[in-house]
Structures are given as C-alpha cells and as structure tokens.
C-alpha cells in the first residue's frame, strides 16, 4: 500500500483555493493574502483561519469556504505533474493507493474526481501525527508528501517517509522532519521507491536483507 498526501503532492489547487480565500473575504470584508495563503499549504484549514479571523469565527468560517471551495476551487483544480504516472506505477505493480489528507474527505473525493485520479481510499481530516494513525489503519508501506507534517505521519505510522520538494518545505526541512528519500518532483517517485516497504525496510536495516517489492500489500508482497 502506497499513500500520498493531496495538496501539492497530487493535487495543484492553488489558483483555486486564492479564489476561494478571495470570495470568503469578500463575503466578510477580511482582507487576506492569497499568496501568504497557499505557501503554507499543508496544516489544517483552521490553522490557516486563524491568521485572519478570531478564534470564535473560526468554526463558522471553516463550513462556509468548505462551501465555497466546492463552487471554485475544486473546478479549477489539476493534477500536480507526475501525479498520474505515481499512481499509475503503482498499479501496474498490484498495489494499492490510499490518500492521507489535511483537507476533509468529501472535498478530497470530488478533488481527485475532477483532476481523474482513482485512489483506493481517501482518509480527510489528517494532518501530522493523524496522519501516522491513519497510515497504520491502512497498513501503508510508503507515504509521499510535500509537507513537514507528512514526515511525521510517515514517521509516525511506520511507513517509508517520501519528501517532495513541490510544496512549501525545503528538502532540508524535509529531512529534518524525517523523510528517508527527498525528491524534487513525482516523476522521479516510480524508480526511487521500488525495493521499499514497511516490514522489509526494518529487516534490511537490521539484518542487511534485501528488500522485495515495494508497491504489494505487506501481507502477500514476494520477491
């Protein structure tokens, strides 16, 4: 099982998600940066909300740019390069793809409908240490993401920890935070990760065997 984060992993909502913060402050008369916005892209969307709205809106304000971003941002959503290739490679190898994402599961699901990514399972509403809990649910061998948080996940929940510099992280925070493989965009994710999984990944650490397959479920993944 291989999982991916959805921003800037999979997913390139940035126009949409500036129009979004756009229609919200004209809705408001808050004024925001949309720039600012979509370069910390990555924790939670309260966490973004806290830096233009009180804490009491804040509730209030997370349900209506969830309905906003419905009507513009998901759109004018598209597939980060590389994205189709990722996915496809693994499953062309028999494995399985599950999406691990800050952004809740409805607008996840119709994000990867819109841009024509087929994933397996869509698990919204994670960010960091979350993450690693939903990457252990679903016996995720290698998870993919742009973001700090998602090498924590990763880390977290057992998996092989891939960073992708397309996002707001560098590749040495990346690494600081715990990513094993640091790459600078998907199209290079294919090759890098074969040879990789979970349990075999800590065997060959400890006791120098080789790896098998890195796209199969643990359970059944043979040389």
């Known amino acids: 099982m291989v999982g991916f984060d959805l921003d800037l992993t999979l997913l390139d909502a940035r126009a949409g998600i500036r129009a979004t913060f756009a229609a919200l402050s004209a809705e408001t008369g808050v004024a925001d940066d949309g720039d600012a916005v979509v370069g910390r892209l990555g924790p939670p969307l309260e966490t973004e909300l806290a830096y ?3 804490a009491a809106q804040i509730p209030a304000q997370a349900d209506r740019y969830r309905q906003l971003y419905a009507v513009h941002a998901i759109p004018a959503s598209t597939p980060m390069p590389g994205a189709a290739r990722a996915v ?3 499953r062309r190898h028999g494995g399985r793809v599950v999406v691990v994402t800050a952004k809740n599961t409805a607008l996840a699901q119709a994000s990867l409908a819109v841009v024509g990514l087929a994933v397996d399972v869509v698990e919204g509403a994670r960010f960091a240490d979350a993450k690693g809990t939903a990457l252990l649910e679903q016996h995720v061998d290698i998870f993919v993401g742009d973001h700090v948080g998602d090498m924590i996940g990763a880390r977290a929940g057992g998996a092989h920890a891939v960073g992708l510099t397309t996002g707001p992280c560098s590749a040495d925070e990346l690494r600081a935070a715990g990513a094993d493989t ?5 199209d290079e994710f294919p090759a890098s990760a074969r040879g990789r999984s979970r349990e075999p990944r800590l065997t060959a ?7 098998p397959c890195w796209c199969a479920p643990r359970s059944t993944c043979s040389r």
């Open 205 to 211: 650490q400890t006791t120098g065997a080789p790896s």
């Open 52 to 54: 233009w709205f009180p």
């Open 182 to 186: 640091v790459l600078t965009h998907l």
């Open 88 to 90: 496809a490679a693994v």
